[in-house]
C-alpha cells in the first residue's frame, strides 16, 4: 500500500528513482545535485521544496520539479522560490510571474486585497560557462582512483599562471591505470607523472610521512575549478541591467522595485562581498581549495580607490539570498531610493 502523500513530488519515491536513474551512472553523467535528490541528510530540503511547488499554480510547479534538479537550473530555481518563501515569512501574499503588459517579474508582492506592493526580480550570480563541465570531469577521476586499494592522498601540480584542464574520460581511464600500476608497485615515489599530468604524493606535516586517509582508497583532492577573485562587481552589473528593464514599470505603476540576489555555491558570493562593494570597502577576497595551484588572473588593486556601488534610484533595495538551508535573506535597502520598500516588508530576518 502506498501511503506517500500526493503533493510530495520530492519524497521517498522521488528518491527511489533518482537512485535508480543515476546511481550506476560515472559520476560526470550525474547532476551536481544527485546527493541533495537521493541523501538522507537533505530530506529538509526535498520537503522544503515540496512545500514551496505546493504553493504555486499547478503547471507552473510542474515545470519547476521537471527542470529543477538540472544543474542549469537549480541554484537559480532555489533562489528564486527562497525569494518568494521570505516574502511571505512577512506576512504578505505573492504572486508567480504576473503579466504587467509585456513584462513578468518574478514575484508581485500583494496584500490581503490583492492590491499590488511591490515588484520583485531575482537575480542569480553563477559560475563562469563551463565550471560545471570541468567539475564533473576531475571528479570522474576522484572517483576512478578510488578504486585503487592505496591509502595515500594526491594532489595534482599545475602552472600557478594558468587554469589545469580536466581530463576527459579517456585520460582519466588511463591516468587511472598508470597509477594504479605504480602505487601499487614496490616503489616509493613522491610524484608520479600520466598523460601529461603530474600527481603530488601529500605528506603528513607533523611527521613527514605519507598522509593515510580513512579507508584503504586512493583520495586524490584535485583544482576546485573555482578559484579566484570572488567580487559582487558582476553581481551589481546584473542588478543595473534588471533595474533597466523594470525602470519604466516602476515608475508607471509607483511600486517599489525589488532585486532578490543570490549566490550558486560554487561562486563563493556572500552578502558580505555586497556590503562591501556598498561600503567601498578596500578589501580582496579570494576563494581557492587545497588542490589548487592556479589562483587568478593577475588583478590591479588601488587600495586607496576600491570599487563602490551605488544603487540606481529606481531600486527599492537588494534582498538578499543566503544559499544554506533554510535560506534566510538579508535585506541592503537603498536609503535613496524613489519608492522605498514597505516598513513591514523590510524586517530583517536572523
Known sequence: MNTEQPHRRFGP???????????????????LSYDLAVLDEYEPWRIWLDEQLGLLPQTTAENFAANLWRDQNFWPDIIELAAGAALR????????????????????????????LALVEVLTHSPQKGTTAKIKAWHALVER????????????????????????????????????????????QSAYRSQGYTFL????????????PPGMR????????????VSAQSV????????????????????????????????????????????????LSMQFNFGDSFIHHPIEI????PPQWIMPSELAGVLWVSNEFPFTTAWRLNPAAATPVPLALAIQET
Open 236 to 283: 551589481a552589473a546584473g542588478i543595473e541591467k534588471k533595474v533597466s528593464k523594470y525602470r519604466a514599470l516602476a515608475q508607471e505603476t509607483e511600486l517599489p522595485l525589488i532585486i532578490a540576489a543570490g549566490a550558486d555555491k560554487f561562486t563563493g558570493l556572500e552578502v558580505q562581498h555586497l556590503d562591501d562593494l556598498l561600503r567601498g570597502a578596500p578589501t
Open 201 to 212: 604524493l601529500q605528506a603528513d606535516p607533523t611527521t613527514g610521512q605519507a598522509m593515510r
Open 89 to 116: 515569512r512577512r506576512g504578505f501574499n505573492v504572486e508567480f510571474e504576473r503579466r504587467w503588459g509585456n513584462l513578468t517579474p518574478d514575484w508581485t508582492v500583494v496584500n490581503e486585497d490583492g492590491t499590488p
Open 218 to 229: 586512493t583520495i586524490l583532492v584535485p583544482p576546485s575549478n573555482i578559484a579566484g577573485v
Open 302 to 305: 588601488d587600495p586607496s580607490n
Open 145 to 188: 582512483l578510488k578504486q585503487i586499494p592505496v591509502p595515500v592522498v594526491l594532489t595534482v601540480a599545475g602552472d600557478p599562471s594558468r587554469p589545469l584542464q580536466a581530463p576527459d574520460a579517456g585520460t582519466a581511464k588511463r591516468i587511472a591505470q598508470d597509477l594504479r600500476r605504480v602505487l601499487l608497485s614496490p616503489l616509493h
Open 13 to 31: 519515491r522521488f528518491v527511489v528513482e533518482q537512485r535508480k536513474r543515476y546511481s550506476k551512472r560515472p559520476p560526470e553523467n550525474r547532476m
